[in-house]
């Protein structure tokens, strides 16, 4: 079935963990652990990798240490050197539009105002990848949007998140194995 790179988007560093842009390095580290892999640094491609097997697919994984607004230029550089084209990259990312724990997948499309989708839209040349979306949701008492997705969860937050981040694990490998349409169909919408 040859190879699939999966990508977690979010900001390196300690001050950001925690933080609602961040589920997609969360839901990374839940298929690392799926996969049995650990995370190890790569200059070359500004980011944290690995890679595994699942169900008979080379499954390769991507955290971006660039920062959101510039995770395209790490993804491109290891689609390049793998030769992967933008359909076989499935990201997982944050969404202040959806409802805080649901999950959207969708096979391709535009940013929707996600600066690290539009940087992955900008460097790749291509919106064909597949995304598996969690909410986060919008908390007014937190300011703006960026005042948002920078504060870390709350504890009934995080309660709230932690499910959605290992369904979105799930997910990714499900549009891996079976493709996107089986994988929208399973969990599109589920909190």
């Given at each position: 079935m040859g190879c699939k790179l999966i990508v977690g988007l979010g900001n390196p560093g300690r001050r950001y963990a925690g933080t609602p842009h961040n589920v997609g390095f969360m839901a990374l580290d839940c298929v690392a652990?799926?996969?049995?892999?650990?995370?190890?640094?790569?200059?070359r491609f500004h980011g944290?990798?690995?890679?595994?097997e699942w169900e008979g697919v080379t499954v390769l994984l991507l955290r971006p240490e660039t920062y959101m607004n510039l995770s395209g230029r790490?993804?491109?550089?290891?689609?390049?050197?793998?030769?992967l084209a933008a359909s076989e990259i499935v990201v997982i990312s944050d969404d202040a539009d959806m409802d805080?724990?649901?999950?959207?997948l969708r096979a391709r499309g535009g940013s929707g105002g996600h600066?690290?989708?539009?940087?992955?839209?900008?460097?790749?040349?291509?919106?064909?990848f597949a995304r598996v979306r969690i909410g986060i949701?919008?908390?007014?008492?937190?300011?703006?949007?960026?005042?948002?997705v920078l504060t870390p969860f709350g504890p009934r937050e995080i309660e709230a998140v932690l499910p959605a981040?290992?369904?979105?694990?799930?997910?990714?490998?499900?549009?891996?194995t079976n493709g996107i349409d089986a994988a929208m169909n399973r969990y599109n919408g589920s909190a």
């Open positions: 652990g799926m996969l049995g892999c650990g995370l190890g640094r790569s200059w944290r990798t690995a890679s595994g790490s993804v491109a550089a290891l689609a390049r050197y793998r030769k805080l724990g649901r999950l959207r600066r690290g989708l539009a940087s992955l839209i900008g460097a790749l040349g291509d919106d064909g949701g919008r908390r007014p008492e937190a300011g703006g949007l960026v005042d948002q981040v290992k369904r979105a694990a799930e997910a990714a490998l499900c549009v891996v």
